[in-house]
Nanobody, 122 residues
Framework: QVQLVESGGGLVQAGGSLRLSCAASGPTFNIMGWFRRAPGKEREFVAATDWIGSTTSYADSVKGRFTISRDNAKNTVYLQMNSLKPEDTGVYYC?????????????????WGQGTQVTVSS
């Protein structure tokens, strides 16, 4: 399993931006995804990308505001979050899946980071 470490979380006002990073322990040809868990809620899918970065998928709630990208030379995946809303608050997790079809189901992902907190104030 690949080791994943997230960073970039923090406190931001509504309408602001943050960029999360997920550093992998080595080269990965995996599907990479971002999930989040809001207080009192189940973990939910946010975004995913294939190995090349040419195919992406987003939750409807973040389409047009969030962008997932990856730099394979740095073994890093990013989540650019713009126009943040209070409902985006939560712990954001990076996850890796085996190569194949993009999945929005957390159970399909094999490796997980420890999470990074994002708090959006109104």
């Amino acid at each position: 399993q690949v080791q994943l470490v997230e960073s970039g979380g923090g406190l931001v006002q509504a309408g602001g931006s943050l960029r999360l990073s997920c550093a992998a322990s080595g080269p990965t040809f995996n599907i990479m995804g971002w999930f989040r868990r809001a207080p009192g809620k189940e973990r939910e899918f946010v975004a995913a990308t294939d190995w090349i970065g040419s195919t992406t998928s987003y939750a409807d709630s973040v389409k047009g505001r969030f962008t997932i990208s990856r730099d394979n030379a740095k073994n890093t995946v990013y989540l650019q979050m713009n126009s943040l809303k209070p409902e985006d608050t939560g712990v954001y997790y990076c996850a890796a899946d085996r190569p194949g079809k993009l999945s929005t189901t957390s159970g399909d992902y094999d490796s997980w980071g420890q999470g990074t907190q994002v708090t959006v104030s109104s």
